[in-house]
């Protein structure tokens, strides 16, 4: 079965072909692992390392309810990534100061957004291993060894993780909202009931994990325009909604939902 945007509906995918995509994200877990999981042996670099995590007294003392006040009313570093700083107190509060366990969250964070662009591009392609050779290569590229093997650099690889939640939330209800804009309007039943309460929950999630994204880093504020992008290839919204609604311009009807 083919979905209105032209690709494989995820809910067809076969047996075997599930059992490939695991592998593949093992693949990419193993990947990351051999690149990155020498970082665990490193210590923390005396170029902000110190200013955002180990000689910050904020951070250091862990977890605490005046600590997400602080995080949520002070910027770090001149930056104002609340969610960010959290995920360095957390850190201070289950490893103290080893530097090991701080370099582990991020190769985890890393490597979990590796998986998900993966399993995303499969499922806006359909094409399994040119989904995997991109991934592949996001996991181990070059420009990524700065995002994780500095512990300063959290924001990028927690923000990378919620722009592909974003992603992935935004493509599953750009996929079940043609089903619901095609039915009847006037005939109201259980299934086209529930394809509107589960794109409005996948709508809810995108913007959920938008928002947390942005407390990582605020570079994520140009996300929508990736949405948009999306919009156009792979998901081709731009055609299905032409013809689905000829009163509204395709581009202005996807600004509107």
């Known amino acids: 079965m083919v979905s209105r945007s032209g690709n494989p509906s995820p809910s067809e995918v076969q047996p075997h072909s599930r059992w490939r995509s695991f592998a593949v994200c093992l693949f990419l877990a193993l990947s990351v692992w051999v690149v990155f999981g020498q970082t665990l042996h490193h210590e923390f670099v005396n170029y902000d ?14 977890l605490s309810w005046d600590g997400v006040v602080w995080a949520f009313t002070h910027r770090h570093q001149v930056n104002w990534h609340p969610l960010t700083t959290l995920s360095h107190m957390l850190d201070c509060q289950l490893y103290d100061l080893h530097p090991g366990g701080h370099h582990l969250t991020s190769v985890l964070l890393h490597a979990v957004t590796a998986m998900l662009l993966f399993l995303m591009l499969r499922n806006l392609t359909g094409s399994l291993w040119r989904s995997a050779f991109v991934a592949a290569i996001f996991a181990i590229h070059p420009l990524r060894v700065e995002s994780v093997a500095w512990v300063a650099e959290r924001k990028d690889v927690l923000s990378g993780l919620f722009f592909m939640l974003t992603l992935w939330a935004y493509t599953r209800y750009a996929q079940k909202w043609p089903r619901v804009e095609s039915r009847d309007i006037k005939a109201n039943t259980a299934m086209q009931a529930l394809d509107q309460r589960l794109a409005t929950l996948d709508y ?21 325009f990736v949405l948009l992008l999306l919009d156009y290839w792979p998901l081709n919204r731009f055609t299905s909604h032409a013809k689905i609604n000829h009163s509204i311009s395709p581009p202005l009807r996807l600004l509107l939902v």
């Open 49 to 62: 390392d110190g200013k955002y995590v180990y000689k910050n007294p904020m951070i250091t003392r862990g």
């Open 204 to 224: 809810a999630l995108a913007l959920v994990f938008f928002a947390l994204g942005l407390l990582s880093k605020p570079m994520l504020v140009t996300l929508p």
